[in-house]
């Protein structure tokens, strides 16, 4: 069964960078929306970004992360990277990798094909 392996959680200080990144196990993922959503204690989890590759490969954030964080993609390894700069204690979460989620169809136009295949998640932890 295809799976998501996050990587690249930590704990950082505010105004510091950490990159997270999500490894698919098989090319199943290549031609699916791909990208983070993030769960705070005692919240529930939101957007983050997403990336597609077709469309010539838009990117999508939501605006509490705009500016801030970068997502990228390599199809040749069926990964999906996020760069996080300038971190603030409100992005302590987990964070989750997501591919060809129903989620992603609220951020924008994005095809979804009824898979929902979600990482088990990686913690970040920003001090101030």
């Known amino acids: 069964q295809a799976q998501l392996v996050e990587s690249g959680g930590g704990l950082v200080q505010a105004g510091g960078s950490l990159r997270l990144s999500c490894a698919a196990s098989?090319?199943?993922?290549?031609?699916?929306?791909m990208g983070w959503f993030r769960q705070a204690p005692g919240k529930e989890r939101e957007f983050v970004a997403a990336t597609i590759i077709w469309d010539g490969g838009k990117t999508y954030y939501a605006e509490s992360v705009k500016d801030r964080f970068t997502i990228s993609r390599d199809n040749a390894l069926n990964a999906v990277n996020l760069q996080m700069n300038n971190l603030k204690p409100e992005d302590t979460a987990v964070y989750y990798c997501?591919?060809?989620?129903?989620?992603?169809?609220?951020?924008?136009?994005?095809?979804?094909?009824?898979?929902?295949?979600w990482g088990k998640g990686t913690l970040v932890t920003v001090s101030s």
């Open positions: 997501a591919a060809d989620v129903k989620e992603f169809t609220a951020v924008g136009p994005i095809r979804y094909y009824g898979n929902d295949y």
């Open positions: 098989t090319r199943t993922f290549s031609g699916y929306a």
